[in-house]
């Protein structure tokens, strides 16, 4: 397996490494051993997340071993080499998962961030500051050529959460991702759909936050709605 070193949960820079911790999982034997939870809904067309703990150190790992053969070759095929291309490209991002490596061909490794999604964090956590900082994110991830494509869905955003410090953002899921040429005219307009997932939910809960320009994008987006299906 090639890794990247992976960095802690909160996505902050990579510690030196640690001689005294376990390996890596290298292998599927590896990968099934250290799992200590799956994340979210399984079945034959969508990936297993699964939740690992590897010397100390927890990792996500999208699984598309149990999917159908057909959907396994074509559809997760292209998602998988989509999101490690994304990741990739995100390296340097703080708010997204790092890459950490492939296992085989049909398993993805990634770094945890602790959190939860938007749908399960009442809307007095989500700061106009917290909006903010997640538009600066998709605005990085859009500088580097990214259009995540599904930030319209509550749990691909994450809201950390520390004592005594302001709630802060986390994308997640880069399987629908696409990667193209900064600036030019697909990349455009797909990124203003990314940036329409980030001001529906500022709306929803900080109405009074949206500036006259922000509302005008959104309702613009929202009217071409019934041609986008995500």
């Known amino acids: 397996m090639t890794t990247s070193p992976p960095g802690p949960a909160d996505g902050s820079p990579a510690p030196g490494p640690n001689p005294a911790a376990e390996p890596l999982p290298a292998t599927l034997a590896d990968v099934d051993r250290s799992t200590t939870q799956l994340l979210g809904k399984q079945g034959p067309f969508r990936p297993t997340v699964r939740l690992l703990e590897s010397g100390g150190t927890r990792l996500v790992a999208k699984d598309y071993r149990a999917c159908t053969p057909l959907y396994r070759w074509t559809v997760g095929a292209w998602n998988l080499a989509r999101e490690e291309t994304a ?66 869905q509550r749990r691909n955003i994450l809201i950390r959460t520390q004592a005594g410090k302001e709630p802060t953002p986390a994308v997640l899921d880069f399987g629908s991702a696409l990667c193209l040429r900064p600036g030019g005219m697909l990349h455009r307009g797909l990124a203003r759909i990314d940036r329409s997932g980030v001001l529906k939910y500022k709306r929803r809960a900080q109405p009074d936050s949206i500036t006259h320009e922000e509302a005008r994008s959104l309702r613009r987006v929202e009217r071409r709605r019934k041609l986008w299906p995500f």
């Open 87 to 152: 990741l990739r490209r995100l390296a340097d991002v703080e708010g997204v998962p790092r890459f950490v490596g492939r296992v085989g061909r049909w398993v993805l490794l990634m770094t945890w961030i602790r959190g939860r999604d938007l749908g399960k964090v009442r809307r007095f956590r989500q700061t106009p500051a917290f909006f903010d900082q997640l538009m600066e994110i998709v605005n990085r991830m859009h500088e580097r050529g990214v259009v995540h494509l599904d930030l319209r």
